[in-house]
């Protein structure tokens, strides 16, 4: 029978000298996948940045189909889960479990938010028949040639970045099921702090998607 | 190394508050047209943003200088591909087919 483990205790794998160790090569595997992470977004918005300077017209018809209310909502609505997703971090530090959980269930409900105003964008673009790339069947106002290059990028960046928020959702959700067996503490946040830095990572992703995508001039 | 760092809750909030006014500011400056520094302004308050997260909300401020070295070699090479690319696409000799 495996005896519960207490929030006080942590875990020191095998494979490591100290508990030093063992966290100090999480945070660098960590921050490694991060960098990763930074170069596949990377290619796409230079990508963007570039055809943006070669079809302004483009990319300035396709950002009207945008509402930029949306966008902007859902950048408050990242930015505040950013804020609970440190919080439950800092709780966890100070031994207020309860805190702790509150905090990952309002990020969770954030990243839940998020998607929906998302899957609203998406399916009131599909609707009308913008489609990415060869797919693109739209013919009504505001139409110009070559907008689906417009698109093609929106729809790439936007569900790479959705992929992650769901990634980043599920993280959270083992996250909260670890807290709720005791598996984190103030001795034993290090996990937490790893899904933090990927919530935040997509965090700041968005913050450079809303103004590229949305308030295009 | 990493010694255990609680950053204050107070620090979490304002920088909170500073980045959902930045958030307003993106989006009121987008109204005005500075014609070609438009994408330059957007871009440097993203950035301010971004920081932001990067020092309080990801602890880099707090942590081991290693960690900025491996994010900013990531940012750097993205840089990087962007104004070779750039130079490619700007020296290129437009060539009409006289066929």
């Known amino acids: ?162 992929s992650h928020v769901l990634a980043g959702m599920g993280l959270i959700g083992w996250a909260l099921f670890r807290a709720f067996q005791n598996k984190i503490g103030p001795n034993n946040y290090k996990p937490l702090e790893y899904v933090g830095l990927f919530w935040h990572l997509v965090d700041l992703i968005w913050i450079y998607l809303f103004p590229l995508l949305y308030l295009v001039e | 190394m990493s010694e255990h760092h609680t950053v204050p809750f107070k620090t979490y909030l304002s920088v909170l508050i500073i980045l959902l006014f930045l958030t307003v500011i993106t989006v009121a400056v987008a109204q005005i047209d500075f014609g070609a520094w438009n994408t330059f302004i957007a871009m440097f308050i993203a950035s301010v943003k971004g920081a932001l997260v990067l020092l309080y909300f990801m602890h880099l401020k707090y942590e081991d200088r290693l960690y900025w070295v491996i994010f900013g070699s990531g940012v750097f090479f993205v840089v990087l591909l962007f104004f070779l690319t750039k130079i490619d696409i700007i020296t290129r000799v437009l060539e009409v087919n006289t066929l």
């Open chain 1, 1 to 162: 029978m495996e005896t519960k483990p207490s929030p006080q205790t942590k875990p020191l794998a095998h494979h490591f000298d100290s508990y030093e160790q063992q966290e100090s090569a999480g945070t660098l595997g960590m921050w490694l996948f991060l960098c990763t992470e930074i170069l596949m977004f990377g290619g796409l918005f230079v990508g963007y940045v570039l055809y943006h300077s070669l079809y302004p017209e483009i990319f300035k018809a396709g950002a009207t189909f945008l509402e930029w209310k949306k966008g902007g909502i859902n950048t408050v609505v990242l930015l505040i889960s950013s804020f609970t997703m440190a919080l439950s971090i800092y709780y966890a530090q100070k031994n207020k479990m309860k805190a702790c959980r509150m905090s990952l269930i309002l990020t969770l409900f954030c990243g839940l938010l998020f998607m929906l105003i998302k899957y609203m964008e998406y399916s009131h673009k599909m609707h009308v028949g913008i489609f990415p790339g060869k797919f693109f069947a739209y013919t009504g106002e505001g139409n110009v040639e070559g907008l689906a290059l417009y698109f093609s990028f929106y729809y790439l960046m936007t569900g790479l970045h959705a």
